[in-house]
């Protein structure tokens, strides 16, 4: 079965799971964990990406985090890149070292984000990493100690999660203590990791036809989230693969125009993407210019990607055109 399509789109609320190959290890040593936190760190202050929540355990790791105005997909590869690189260097090794995609869900952080938070953060204790909460408060690779302020990480949005917990910032530090507290005797809870209670799987339209069908669930481990919010996401993913398509297809047609108008007039393709005024270079790039626009209506930011010049160069030969 071919593998989904990411959904992703900047501010998206993403809860990103990473792990090593066949369950080996991502980090040895102190030094490895400092590491991937020095690494993580630099990245989100670089790309402005907020974080909320992280852990880093031996073979695993847990991200809470808005999808920066990059994409999700390049903010992770750069991260993972990385790491596996120094990591690599550092133990003689060679080969991948994450499982060959790490698994991201899109969150509704109305109904989930202190539940997503809490999860995040209560790992190690989970998987042994620490013996108790006051050991986790003090364990330097999740991001628990730094909204209770026992650890500092300047990159780490506390200040949004101690907001869900009280307006001074003493009371929402104690109350977020016995809100993680509370959650010890969860334990694991699957479904804020597989997407349940109700997702969806496919595009939206196979969501309405099945619900046309009356079909009694619906799943898609990509999404967590109320029925209007798995919905919503699936609509806005369809509605900008159609925005996708339909620009590939308009940037291939206009790359035909625009080679078969060259043709026309002598000139070479990368001339004409050179922005070069030599000879009859602008009388053809204007010429080509009014016809994407006038005649086929491409776009201006696509008529300047196909000849070679600015989208302000565009509309100042499109405002001459208008007034001669």
Not at 80 to 91: D, E, F, K, P, S
Not at 142 to 154: E, F, K, P, R, V
Not at 215 to 226: F, K, N, P, V, Y
């Amino acid at each position: 079965m071919p593998r989904q399509a990411r959904l992703d789109s900047p501010g998206m609320l993403h809860h990103v799971i990473i792990r090593g190959i066949e369950k080996r290890r991502i980090v040895d040593d102190d030094v490895d964990c400092k590491d991937f936190v020095r690494r993580l760190g630099a990245l989100a202050e670089e790309t402005c990406t907020t974080i909320y929540a992280w852990a880093l355990m031996s073979n695993h790791a847990h991200l809470l985090l808005c999808s920066p105005a990059m994409g999700l997909a390049k903010f992770m590869r750069r991260l993972l890149t990385g790491h596996a690189v120094r990591y690599n260097l550092r133990h003689r090794r060679h080969g991948p070292l994450f499982q060959d995609r790490y698994k991201s869900i899109v969150c509704d952080g109305d109904r989930y984000f202190t539940e997503l938070v809490r999860y995040i953060h209560l790992n190690p204790l989970r998987v042994g990493s620490v013996k108790d909460l006051k050991g986790l408060e003090k364990y330097p690779y999740c991001g628990y100690g730094t909204i209770l302020g026992t650890q500092i990480n300047s990159w780490q949005d506390r200040d949004s999660v101690l907001a869900q917990f009280g307006q001074r910032e003493s009371e929402a530090r104690e109350a977020y203590r016995q809100f993680v507290s509370e959650g010890v005797p969860l334990g694991r809870r699957p479904q804020l990791v597989g997407g349940k209670p109700m997702r969806s799987s496919g595009s939206w339209f196979e969501v309405k036809s099945r619900r046309q069908r009356r079909a009694q669930e619906i799943s898609d481990e990509r999404i967590l989230g109320s029925t209007e919010f798995v919905e919503s996401i699936l609509r806005e993913a369809d509605a900008r693969a159609v925005r996708q398509r339909s620009g590939n297809r308009a940037s291939g047609y206009a790359e035909r125009v625009v080679v078969a108008a060259c043709k026309k007039d002598g000139v070479s393709l990368t001339e004409l993407r050179s922005g070069s005024r030599r000879g009859q270079l602008p009388a053809v790039r204007i010429k080509i210019v009014r016809g994407l626009v006038e005649n086929y209506g491409i776009s201006v930011a696509e008529v300047a990607r196909q000849v070679g010049i600015s989208t302000s160069g565009v509309s100042k030969i499109l405002t001459r055109s208008l007034s001669s």
